[in-house]
């Protein structure tokens, strides 16, 4: 597997928006999540390469959407409405596995993880 990469991160005022971008030239399935320090990586999204499941989390949903590109190797984490506590380290990671519905991967399903984009919302 090629190692996805990053990109987007930064610093953005409570309210504002970022768009995280990944790209990896092929995957069955991709993920975005993220790690700050003291909390375990969470899940945020995910995508198969169909495009066709698209599982946000709970503690998102509404805020954050993935998209990716018309040439399908970047794939996209648009981020609305950040709060503070979305502050930290966005990873996107790639699986060798085919994200089905009502079936959803775990995090050791994904093996391949880029070095991480660190997003910082300010009060």
């Known amino acids: 597997q090629v190692q996805p990469v990053e990109s987007g991160g930064g610093v953005v005022q409570a309210g504002g928006s970022l768009r995280l971008s990944c790209t990896v030239p092929d995957f069955n399935s991709l993920g975005w999540f993220r790690q700050s320090p003291g909390r375990e990586r969470e899940f945020l999204a995910a995508?198969?390469?169909?495009?066709?499941?698209?599982p946000v989390a709970d503690s998102v949903q509404g805020r954050f959407k993935i998209s990716r590109s018309t040439t399908k190797t970047t794939v996209y984490l648009q981020m609305n409405d950040l709060k503070p506590d979305d502050t930290a380290i966005y990873y996107c990671?790639?699986?060798?596995?085919?994200?089905?519905?009502?079936?959803?991967?775990?995090?050791?399903?994904?093996?391949?993880w880029g070095q991480g984009t660190q997003v910082t919302v300010s009060s």
């Open positions: 995508m198969n390469w169909r495009g066709d499941i698209r």
């Open positions: 990671a790639t699986s060798t596995q085919f994200l089905q519905r009502g079936q959803p991967l775990g995090l050791r399903d994904y093996t391949s």
